[in-house]
């Protein structure tokens, strides 16, 4: 089922994108317990879906792409208040609760389909996580980002610490902007590599999400997948052991048959393979 409390979510098979709306706009979007279950069952859905080729996820109908952590709501979950609990007990309880947000933000990272975020106005928090955990990231100008847990007395423990150190490759940068919190705007994180493009406003910023989405949707799905299988392995291994692991995989998906059909289609002596339009073929 594609029913969720907290996402509202458009399925195209005759395309093959997903589309992903945050969907809590009253509270603008923030997270709570059954936002983080929620994103990672649809994305381990879509990830499994054979009519997914590629995912698509924004902000919805709220002023801001996310305000992060829902602090009202989580609050209430955690066993710190416990008094017949001593702290290493409270920390057993409290572990499955990180992990289990953890899991959520992840879930973007493991879907095998590329997942594109559209991102606006605030990325406060846990927006960051999850911007941080998507292949390609595009934003308005309106949009700013913030690695707030440490306003609120939390190191950012879900993404942020680990992945975005690695997307911009300025550690100082990160560093400041995790120690102080402060609000990093659109273009400071164009020109730092944490988003690809900047559109001058939201509606323009998914129009393009959209038109890169569906263009990504009508190539192989085993070339994307592979491709991402690759770019996963090889940024968390040495180059060496990335070009091992895909010489394993494209051993076997060589063989495939959308190389096969791709390679009649070839014209001439150059390699002029525009417009295969893989939409129908096999899945994988």
Request: some cysteine; hydrophobic content about 40%.
């Amino acid at each position: 089922s594609w029913e969720f409390e907290t996402l509202a979510v458009q399925r195209d098979a005759a395309s093959g994108v997903l589309e992903i709306a945050l969907n809590r706009p009253k509270a603008l979007n923030a997270f709570n317990r059954a936002m983080w279950l929620d994103l990672r069952r649809c994305l381990e859905t879509a990830s499994d879906d054979p009519d997914t080729r590629c995912v698509l996820l924004h902000g919805g109908e709220s002023r801001l792409f996310t305000a992060g952590l829902d602090l009202k709501s989580e609050l209430g979950g955690f066993p710190t208040g416990d008094a017949k609990l001593d702290v290493s007990r409270k920390a057993f309880r409290m572990e499955p609760i990180i992990k289990r947000c953890q899991d959520g933000i992840s879930s973007c990272e493991k879907c095998r389909k590329p997942v594109i975020v559209a991102l606006h106005n605030g990325v406060i928090g846990a927006g960051v996580d999850l911007a941080s955990a998507c292949d390609i990231r595009y934003c308005s100008e309106d949009a700013w980002f913030s690695i707030a847990e440490v306003n609120v007395g939390l190191a950012a423990d879900v993404g942020t610490l680990q992945r975005l150190p690695k997307i911009v490759g300025n550690d100082s940068v990160v560093r400041e902007l995790a120690f102080t919190g402060r609000r990093m705007t659109a273009a400071e994180a164009k020109e730092l590599g944490l988003v690809g493009k900047v559109l001058p406003t939201r509606e323009a910023c998914l129009a393009e999400a959209r038109k890169v989405a569906h263009e990504i949707a009508s190539k192989s799905p085993v070339a994307v997948v592979g491709t991402k299988v690759s770019l996963n392995y090889s940024r968390d291994h040495t180059v060496q052991e990335g070009l091992d692991q895909i010489a394993q995989w494209n051993s076997i998906h060589l063989m495939s048959e959308d190389l096969m059909k791709a390679g009649f289609r070839v014209q001439g002596l150059g390699f002029r393979v525009q417009g295969l339009g893989f939409r129908g073929r096999r899945s994988p």
